[in-house]
């Protein structure tokens, strides 16, 4: 389990601990909030407002108050409650675009020493090349390498999410049915990741790198 915990520790400067610009952490928060939003709205339109079982109860409710509704009509009711779900899901998809574009910047113009590809070529020279702090770069370059196919994560889920929103106002997007799939998909694999970034951040605070998250809010000490 050690794989997935975050450390402290600078690979480059062993002693000192790690350093979170303010940009980087407004984006992480942000995502967080945002992603977890997202979730929320699949989770409701699969329960509370699912389609299929509230067209039931809609054409059950309004029969016992002496309304007569078709099958056709009960769905076309119970669909439109979850079109709303929907369409809350869909902005929360153009904040995340709009943060995953913030990101893709932020790496280009962030501090060298705290830009993601830095830490992964850093951990990897460290490890494989100077054969100094091993340890400490194995680690590193394990769980950066996990960030960094998340980043890839979300990129592909925001890109099919986007053709999904526009695919009524372009009709080859329609066309590609393979698009939602691989965007559901792509959604599980988040969930994992996200299952495997709390646990590692919990197994963390529970060891030497207790305080991460408070880094993560304060952006990091000096202390050693």
């Known amino acids: 389990m050690s794989i997935i ?3 402290l520790k600078d690979v480059q400067h062993p002693k000192r601990n790690k350093k979170y610009s303010s940009p980087l952490r407004l984006w992480h928060w942000l995502s967080a909030a945002v992603i977890t939003g997202s979730l929320l709205t699949v989770l409701i339109d699969s329960t509370i407002t699912n389609g299929r079982s509230n067209a039931g109860i809609i054409q059950n409710e309004l029969s016992n108050d002496k309304v007569s509704v078709t099958a056709d009509q009960a769905r076309h009711a119970a669909h439109e409650i979850s079109d709303k779900v929907w369409t809350i899901h869909t ?3 153009y904040v995340l675009a709009a943060l995953l574009l913030f990101r893709l910047v932020l790496e280009i113009f962030q501090l ?6 830095r830490k992964i070529k850093s951990a990897y020279h460290h490890y494989c090349i100077i054969k100094q702090n091993r340890q400490l770069a194995r680690h590193e370059l394990m769980v950066k390498s996990i960030y960094a196919v998340f980043y890839c994560l979300l990129i592909i889920q925001v890109i099919t999410g986007l053709c999904l929103a526009f695919e009524d106002d372009v009709p080859a997007l329609k066309a590609i049915h393979a698009i939602r799939e691989i965007h559901s998909f792509c959604m599980y694999l988040i969930i994992a990741f996200i299952i495997v970034h709390l646990a590692g951040v919990f197994l963390a605070e529970r060891k030497e790198s207790k305080g991460i998250v408070s880094d993560m809010i304060n952006g990091g000490s000096d202390a050693e």
């Open 5 to 7: 915990e975050p450390v």
């Open 112 to 117: 060298a020493d705290q830009k993601l590809i």
């Open 91 to 93: 902005y929360f998809g």
